[in-house]
């Protein structure tokens, strides 16, 4: 699915990244662990193609493309979707016709036919379901107005109507109360398959009781300092992440 | 693959092309040049007009000829020079055409090229159009059934011959000609427009559409347009106008009065599309225009504008709220780009009780435009308990543009609620990186948000005219993918 292999990056001179390596498989979900300001977001927007981080290093390859030769449109149209930590409001354009432009343009990019309106609409009500999302907040404004737990969701529905290979969910937990974060994992659980992937990126242990990761990895200091199981996870709850920075330094 | 950033848009909007450049061969005939007491009797009595009419016209050129033009706008152009003005151009023919299929093919290609086909029109929303090609109305549609309702819907010099009381009685009275520099030089030369009377408690069961264009070279457009509607009726009102390319500097400057009368309601709605000019700033419309509309109790009077054209923009549609409980309301979008300037708003002056306003102002700022907002909340003594409520948005494109608001709020009452709001953003990169994200390529994003900025003043069109808003701003804002 996607092969990053030793990648170093920076923004605005200042090295973020230094020399990540991960391969995640088809069929697989990875959670990715580690403390503030470790450069996980980093990693996440530099997988989408935010352009303010400079490569200096490395490559990636996402089923088979040179992902860091693509736009950030031909990243998604290959299936390619990331789960924003801080989602977006634009004022003024529903949800709905954003998400209808979105499968559109991929559609396009395919060389596919547009999405029937009726087509469109029956998938909506199927996909709101899964995350038990208002069928109200479909009709309003992209995030507009949205609580916290609506934003988060919300990135769970344009998940689940998107249909992605591999989705990077960055923090998608964080600020949930405990309902929301059940919702938001059986959405990820509902939509998982052989064919697709997730990498999913948190501070905390308590989504992994819900979503049950193949691997852990702890980002410290630009890199994937340690990998496990979802025991590790556990282990990093009780003890924090300091015996893992002395543990880098010792190493 | 080149990251979008504000500076590339601006590069891309700089490449745009107008859309509608190109120049019917519909012969012309025009008068000599030039402007002074004679032309304007050429004029008056090349449309056979009534007397009183001609001694409006003198009577308002005299007024003319002392005032000087207003600079306090936010603008800066070279100022036209009124004697190389041809005041009359009307296609050759000049017979009236009786049904639809009479009207000249060439016109007609004209008007698809306008972007809205108005046989589409015709035929998908029942738009009755009024199209005036270089100040002459040549088409009308759907006068009989409108006739059946008593609705006058026809050009004003029709109407000056029809219906001759009816335009002494309310010509003038809600901008007279005394009111400004170009409301004077209008009321001297006007050539022709539209006129609409809607009788007493008829709902005008259709939108009424007038398409101006300039075609001609070296003409300037003066029409007028006079809507009445009468006790307890409702109107809707479209206005649509392009202009071919040329170098020179055409000027438009029209007059709209409205009036509507005890518990009427008038809906004027505008698509304004004029040249601006090209990328360096030549040519161009100079678009000079006063708009005003009456309320008499209970009535309410809406404007929506969505402007991206013209390269010099002076316009103040406003409303008098003279009766208790009267309406107005005001929704624009103004999109400037490249070096045009734009200097909108409006006023909205409370006179009676309980009167209430609003005023949502959206201006879209690219290249090196400029584009100001500026309007007058007026509340007088005895406007108790009046109401306003304002707000302003300006969205920046480039570094390099310019936003500007000028809100003047004059209170006389204590008793009146005044609210205003104004922000301006720049388009946001999480914004387009959001979208991009999802698939979706820039161009459409950049559409989509602009779209979604102006949503409160689209929504206020009628849906067709919406949809060819929208368009608009899609090709005002094409262009942007590298
Ligand atoms: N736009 C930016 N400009 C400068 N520094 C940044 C920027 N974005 C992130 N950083 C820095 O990069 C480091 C990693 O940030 P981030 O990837 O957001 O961490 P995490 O998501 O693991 O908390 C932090 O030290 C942060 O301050
Ligand atoms: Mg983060």
Redesign the pocket.
């Known amino acids: 699915m996607i092969e990053i292999k030793n990648l170093h990056a920076n923004?605005?001179g200042?090295e973020?990244l230094k020399g990540l390596t991960l391969t995640v498989n088809a069929g697989e979900v990875h959670a990715i662990m580690?403390p503030?300001?470790?450069?996980?977001?980093?990693l996440a927007s530099i997988l989408a193609g935010r352009e303010?981080y400079e490569i200096t290093k490395g490559e990636v390859t996402f089923e088979g493309a040179d992902l860091l030769e693509l736009s950030t449109e031909e990243r998604a149209h290959l299936g390619l979707f990331l789960a924003f930590q801080y989602p977006v409001e634009i004022p003024g354009v529903s949800n709905v016709n954003f998400l209808r432009t979105a499968i559109n343009e991929t559609r396009d990019a395919k060389g596919e036919d547009p999405i029937s309106a009726k087509e469109f609409m029956a998938m909506v009500r199927e996909k709101s379901k899964i995350v038990e999302l208002d069928s109200k907040l479909a009709s309003r404004s992209v995030n507009e107005g949205f609580s916290g737990g609506e934003k988060k969701r919300n990135e769970i529905f344009q998940m689940a109507m998107l249909n992605p290979k591999l989705a990077v969910l960055d923090e998608t937990d964080s600020g949930l109360d405990i309902d929301a974060l059940r919702i938001v994992a059986k959405g990820v659980n509902t939509l998982k398959s052989a064919d697709n992937a997730s990498i999913v990126i948190t501070h905390y242990q308590r989504l992994l009781d819900y979503i049950v990761p193949d691997f852990v990895h702890v980002?410290h200091d630009g890199k994937i300092v340690k990998t496990g199981n979802k025991d590790l996870a556990l282990e990093l709850e009780e003890k924090g992440y300091d015996w893992i920075k002395e543990e880098t330094q010792v190493g | 693959m080149g990251q979008y950033t504000e500076n590339e848009l601006a590069k891309d909007l700089e490449n745009q092309d107008y859309k509608f450049g190109f120049v019917t061969d519909v012969e012309t005939e025009t008068i000599p040049v030039g402007l002074n007491e004679d032309i304007i009797r050429l004029i008056s009595s090349k449309k056979e007009e009534p007397e009183w009419l001609l001694e409006y016209r003198l009577n308002a050129f005299k007024t003319w000829l002392t005032m000087s033009e207003p600079n306090w706008a936010h603008v800066r152009y070279k100022k036209p020079e009124f004697e190389k003005i041809t005041y009359y151009a009307a296609p050759k023919q000049t017979k009236k055409y009786e049904s639809w299929d009479d009207v000249d093919p060439e016109m007609k290609e004209t008007m698809a090229k306008l972007g809205i086909s108005l046989e589409e029109q015709k035929r998908l929303t029942g738009v009755a159009v009024d199209f005036v090609m270089d100040s002459v109305s040549v088409a009308t549609s759907f006068k009989s059934k409108l006739k059946e309702l008593g609705i006058i819907f026809c050009s004003f010099s029709e109407a000056v011959q029809e219906y001759p009381e009816l335009v002494r009685e309310h010509m003038g009275t809600i901008v007279p000609h005394t009111d400004n520099f170009y409301a004077a030089l209008n009321a001297a030369v006007f050539t022709d427009g539209s006129f609409c009377y809607i009788p007493k408690g008829v709902r005008c069961p259709m939108e009424l559409s007038t398409y101006f264009r300039i075609n001609a070279g070296g003409t300037g457009q003066f029409e007028r347009t006079l809507v009445v509607a009468d006790e307890g009726s409702y109107v809707s009102y479209l206005e649509g106008c392009t202009a071919p390319q040329r170098d020179e500097n055409q000027l438009h400057a029209a007059v709209v009065e409205l009036k509507a009368l005890k518990d009427a309601e008038i809906k004027y709605s505008t698509v304004q599309n004029w040249y601006p000019g090209d990328k360096n700033g030549v040519g161009g419309v100079f678009n000079f225009v006063t708009k005003r509309g009456l309320c008499e109790a209970n009535a309410k009077i809406s404007w929506t504008q969505v402007e991206t054209g013209s390269a010099v923009t002076w316009k103040y549609p406003s409303c008098i709220l003279k009766g208790d409980h009267s309406v107005g309301e005001f929704y624009s979008v103004a999109v400037t780009n490249n070096h045009q300037q734009a200097d909108t708003g409006t006023k909205m002056i409370h006179l009676g009780k309980h009167t209430k306003s609003t005023i949502i102002s959206k201006g879209i700022s690219a290249g090196d435009s400029q584009n100001s907002y500026r309007g007058l909340v007026q509340i007088h003594k005895n406007a108790h308990k009046s109401r306003n409520f304002s707000q302003c948005d300006s969205l920046l494109m480039t570094d390099h543009c310019g936003a500007h608001t000028f809100p003047y709020i004059e209170c006389q009452n204590p008793s009146a609620q005044i609210e205003h709001e104004a922000t301006t953003s720049k388009i946001g990169e999480d914004q387009l990186f959001y979208c991009k994200q999802r698939g979706i390529s820039e161009e459409k994003a950049i559409s989509l948000i602009v779209n979604g900025y102006c949503k409160e003043v689209l929504n206020q069109l009628p849906m067709e005219f919406a949809v060819e808003a929208q368009k608009l701003l899609a090709i005002s804002l094409e262009g942007s993918v590298g």
């Open positions: 923004i605005e200042k973020i580690g503030n300001g470790a450069g996980k977001s980093t303010e980002l």
